[in-house]
């Protein structure tokens, strides 16, 4: 008989065993990993059981914001969480292997059974709450204003009262006014909720709303009570960062979508306060302010600095003179002229691998490079955000390739890794917090792909204006250009123009197409509009092959990318060009008049033409007549009716040319 242990390569033996440990060790890993410091004993009764967590505030020996209830028998499963913390989480021990059926059908109701007790048990313990912290606080006399935790924080009684052993207590509020719980303050600041009062959600004002205004959010009672007598307006204390999102939430409620409500968040070093302050802000529509400094609004204050400036910054007046609007001059700023306009929002749109990626990089990388000239056009250097949300692999790559090209040392450039939704309060904060994160703030922002980064229907008015939104938030907050990289529709009629709803043509700024070459003409770069300024002519590039230094593909061979490199106008193309710029002044003038139109057809009057001509081409009153005069060759009114583009009519003229007039007519729809 054949030795089936040579063929198996030697005797059989059972897999060892998995060794995992005991159920408490488990338990105590997990607790840890959630950010909590375990109690020094775990009991798996089926009760629940509170410990101190470790977190912030819960040194005082009667503080344990921690608890978990977990079942002994079976599979040993539960909960843990940290009211602090406002977090739970749900565990069960590793066995060493896989779950049964049965097991599994019985691990999930003994969560459930967990889940069941702890809100019980939690009830329970707020009802009991409930009662007592009445008592106390109605017995509680008020605070003495030299109690030594007011003196310490320099700041008044605000309605605080005292305990029997001399301790501030300060109430937590239902919506409705009813007392939920009580908050102890020892002389040093060390703060207790009572036992088992319900503190999620809860709040107090100090202050009140008699007089319409701003209405101030803060963590702690001392941050208020300082922020209230700086502004003498109403502060409500959340008591907590987590409880930051839930009261503002109410707050909102309450007073309705027009009150202003501004968040004080805490400058902690974990930056916990700051996180929930902003997500307070995204979800409610608040403002939020925060101090330069480590510590709180009373740390900031405490240490010299101007809180009322912090909190109450100066505004210019909103209305102002015209004659004070027009004195003095406000030239367009340029990142690259006129092209990319910046504290702009613009949109480069093409068809599907046409070259619109390639072009952005290309200016992008003129600007994180240092480079002062695009193709003629002056550049200013800057940082730049890209937001990739696709072609990794091939950004990579085109990166490097112009790096080498233009040997361009160190680029101002970062780059995401992958997409999210920026029209959604997670994405958008994700967005802001890792660039707050870069030491300087960047000069341009890019959204590549636009659908990449959309959450919801690029054809929906709604979300787009979310989008809109988000971008306009983003150029507030950095003061810098946002673009839009996006595709265009499917049909020839539609190439020279952005694919989905007419509302994001209307909110930019600048728009660009980016026309792929053909039968000889190569690739095209076309303003299509430029609210602030004189659309740039259109400009003639391609692609040109460049192999990347030492990288080599799975079978060695050269990696090639490619980068965009001016080329020639067609022939065509240069005798139309002083039409182009004729048909686009015209253009531009009807849309500074108001656009008018007679007979269905574009129509421009002589006096809005030399309006324009003298107010936005800043030329004289006599050169502008000689723009408008049908008898100078070279100027836009003589060639334009020379060539049947426009026509006399009334006392101005028409535009007659069918596509011409037809594109016009289409923007005015859109906008």
Same mark, same amino acid.
């Given at each position: 008989?054949?030795?089936?242990?040579?063929?198996?390569?030697?005797?059989?033996?059972?897999?060892?065993?998995?060794?995992?440990?005991?159920?408490?060790?488990?338990?105590?890993?997990?607790?840890?990993?959630?950010?909590?410091?375990?109690?020094?004993?775990?009991?798996?009764?089926?009760?629940?059981?509170?410990?101190?967590?470790?977190?912030?505030?819960?040194?005082?020996?009667?503080?344990?914001?921690?608890?978990?209830?977990?079942?002994?028998?079976?599979?040993?499963?539960?909960?843990?969480?940290?009211?602090?913390?406002?977090?739970?989480?749900?565990?069960?021990?590793?066995?060493?292997? *896989?779950?049964? $059926?049965?097991?599994? %059908?019985?691990?999930?109701?003994? &969560?459930?059974? @967990?889940?069941?007790?702890?809100? +019980? /048990?939690?009830?329970?313990?707020?009802?009991?709450?409930?009662?007592?912290?009445?008592?106390?606080?109605?017995?509680?006399?008020?605070?003495?204003?030299?109690?030594?935790?007011?003196?310490?924080?320099?700041?008044?009684?605000?309605?605080?009262?005292?305990?029997?052993?001399?301790?501030?207590?300060?109430?937590?509020?239902?919506?409705?006014?009813?007392?939920?719980?009580?908050?102890?303050?020892?002389?040093?600041?060390?703060?207790?909720?009572?036992?088992?009062?319900?503190?999620?959600? *809860?709040?107090? $004002?100090?202050?009140? %709303?008699?007089?319409?205004?701003? &209405?101030?959010? @803060?963590?702690?009672?001392?941050? +208020? /009570?300082?922020?209230?007598?700086?502004?003498?307006?109403?502060?409500?204390?959340?008591?907590?960062?987590?409880?930051?999102?839930?009261?503002?939430?109410?707050?909102?409620?309450?007073?309705?979508?027009?009150?202003?409500?501004?968040?004080?968040?805490?400058?902690?070093?974990?930056?916990?306060?700051?996180?929930?302050?902003?997500?307070?802000?995204?979800?409610?529509?608040?403002?939020?302010?925060?101090?330069?400094?480590?510590?709180?609004?009373?740390?900031?204050?405490?240490?010299?600095?101007?809180?009322?400036?912090?909190?109450?910054?100066?505004?210019?007046?909103? &209305?102002?003179? @015209?004659?004070?609007?027009?004195?003095?001059?406000?030239?367009?700023?340029?990142?690259?002229?006129?092209?990319?306009?910046?504290?702009?929002?613009?949109?480069?749109?093409?068809?599907?691998?046409?070259?619109?990626?390639?072009?952005?990089?290309?200016?992008?990388?003129?600007?994180?490079?240092?480079?002062?000239?695009?193709?003629?056009?002056?550049?200013?250097?800057?940082?730049?955000?890209?937001?990739?949300?696709?072609?990794?692999?091939?950004?990579?790559?085109?990166?490097?390739?112009?790096?080498?090209?233009?040997?361009?040392?160190?680029?101002?450039?970062?780059?995401?890794?992958?997409?999210?939704?920026?029209?959604?309060?997670?994405?958008?904060?994700?967005?802001?917090?890792?660039?707050?994160?870069?030491?300087?703030?960047?000069?341009?922002?890019?959204?590549?792909?636009?659908?990449?980064?959309?959450?919801?229907?690029?054809?929906?008015?709604?979300?787009?204006?979310?989008?809109?939104?988000?971008?306009?938030?983003?150029?507030?907050?950095?003061?810098?250009?946002?673009?839009?990289?996006?595709?265009?529709?499917?049909?020839?009629?539609?190439?020279?123009?952005?694919?989905?709803?007419?509302?994001?043509?209307?909110?930019?700024?600048?728009?660009?197409?980016?026309?792929?070459?053909?039968?000889?003409?190569?690739?095209?770069?076309?303003?299509?509009?430029?609210?602030?300024?004189?659309?740039?002519?259109?400009?003639?590039?391609?692609?040109?092959?460049?192999?990347?230094?030492?990288?080599?593909?799975?079978?060695?061979?050269?990696?090639?990318?490619?980068?965009?490199?001016?080329?020639?106008?067609?022939?065509?193309?240069?005798?139309?060009?002083?039409?182009?710029?004729?048909?686009?002044?015209?253009?531009?003038?009807?849309?500074?008049?108001?656009?008018?139109?007679?007979?269905?057809?574009?129509?421009?009057?002589?006096?809005?033409?030399?309006?324009?001509?003298?107010?936005?081409?800043?030329?004289?009153?006599?050169?502008?007549?000689?723009?408008?005069?049908?008898?100078?060759?070279?100027?836009?009114?003589?060639?334009?009716?020379?060539?049947?583009?426009?026509?006399?009519?009334?006392?101005?003229?028409?535009?007659?040319?069918?596509?011409?007039?037809?594109?016009?007519?289409?923007?005015?729809?859109?906008?």
């Amino acid at each position: 008989m054949a030795d089936l242990s040579k063929v198996f390569g030697g005797p059989w033996a059972p897999p060892p065993e998995k060794l995992v440990a005991a159920p408490e060790a488990q338990l105590i890993v997990a607790m840890r990993a959630a950010g909590l410091e375990p109690p020094d004993e775990i009991l798996m009764d089926g009760k629940i059981h509170r410990f101190r967590s470790g977190t912030k505030g819960s040194a005082g020996h009667g503080d344990k914001p921690g608890w978990y209830l977990v079942f002994g028998d079976g599979i040993p499963a539960g909960r843990f969480g940290c009211w602090r913390m406002g977090m739970e989480q749900t565990w069960r021990a590793d066995v060493g292997r *896989k779950l049964t $059926q049965t097991e599994e %059908m019985s691990h999930a109701k003994r &969560l459930a059974e @967990a889940k069941a007790l702890r809100d +019980a /048990a939690i009830e329970r313990q707020h009802q009991v709450a409930s009662e007592t912290v009445e008592k106390i606080w109605t017995g509680a006399q008020a605070a003495l204003p030299d109690h030594p935790y007011l003196a310490k924080k320099g700041i008044g009684v605000h309605g605080a009262r005292a305990t029997g052993d001399g301790r501030l207590v300060v109430p937590l509020y239902d919506a409705d006014g009813t007392l939920s719980s009580l908050q102890y303050i020892d002389h040093e600041g060390g703060k207790l909720y009572h036992s088992g009062g319900q503190t999620g959600g *809860k709040f107090w $004002q100090i202050g009140t %709303m008699d007089e319409p205004g701003i &209405l101030y959010v @803060a963590e702690g009672f001392a941050t +208020a /009570a300082t922020i209230h007598e700086t502004t003498d307006r109403p502060v409500v204390v959340a008591y907590s960062a987590s409880n930051l999102v839930p009261v503002t939430g109410t707050l909102r409620q309450m007073y309705g979508a027009t009150q202003d409500i501004v968040i004080v968040a805490d400058n902690d070093a974990s930056g916990v306060g700051q996180r929930y302050a902003e997500q307070a802000s995204a979800k409610y529509g608040a403002r939020m302010v925060m101090p330069s400094i480590l510590g709180d609004a009373n740390d900031y204050a405490q240490a010299g600095h101007n809180l009322a400036g912090l909190l109450m910054p100066i505004k210019d007046d909103w &209305l102002i003179p @015209a004659d004070d609007f027009c004195a003095q001059p406000s030239p367009i700023s340029w990142l690259v002229k006129r092209w990319i306009q910046s504290r702009a929002l613009v949109m480069v749109h093409g068809p599907s691998g046409g070259g619109k990626t390639f072009v952005v990089l290309d200016w992008c990388l003129h600007m994180a490079s240092g480079r002062e000239d695009w193709g003629g056009h002056k550049v200013r250097p800057g940082n730049v955000v890209y937001l990739a949300g696709e072609g990794h692999h091939g950004l990579r790559g085109r990166v490097a390739a112009w790096k080498h090209h233009h040997q361009a040392g160190k680029l101002a450039m970062w780059l995401s890794k992958d997409g999210c939704d920026l029209n959604t309060p997670t994405g958008y904060l994700k967005v802001v917090e890792q660039v707050r994160m870069l030491q300087d703030r960047p000069s341009v922002i890019v959204v590549d792909t636009l659908h990449r980064f959309l959450a919801g229907d690029e054809n929906s008015a709604q979300d787009a204006k979310t989008m809109l939104d988000a971008c306009n938030a983003l150029m507030q907050e950095f003061n810098c250009s946002v673009i839009l990289v996006h595709h265009t529709g499917v049909s020839d009629e539609a190439q020279h123009r952005a694919r989905g709803s007419s509302a994001w043509r209307g909110a930019l700024d600048i728009e660009i197409s980016i026309v792929p070459g053909k039968e000889g003409v190569p690739m095209q770069i076309v303003q299509r509009k430029s609210k602030d300024a004189e659309m740039a002519e259109t400009i003639y590039v391609e692609l040109q092959q460049v192999a990347i230094p030492d990288w080599l593909d799975e079978d060695n061979q050269q990696v090639t990318s490619a980068v965009i490199v001016q080329a020639k106008a067609p022939t065509s193309a240069k005798k139309d060009s002083k039409i182009e710029n004729h048909r686009k002044t015209f253009e531009n003038a009807w849309w500074s008049s108001g656009a008018e139109e007679r007979n269905g057809l574009p129509y421009l009057s002589r006096s809005a033409m030399m309006d324009y001509c003298v107010q936005k081409l800043a030329v004289s009153e006599a050169s502008a007549k000689q723009y408008i005069k049908p008898s100078v060759p070279g100027k836009p009114i003589a060639d334009l009716l020379m060539s049947q583009i426009i026509e006399v009519f009334e006392h101005g003229w028409i535009v007659i040319d069918e596509a011409q007039a037809s594109a016009m007519m289409i923007r005015k729809s859109e906008r």
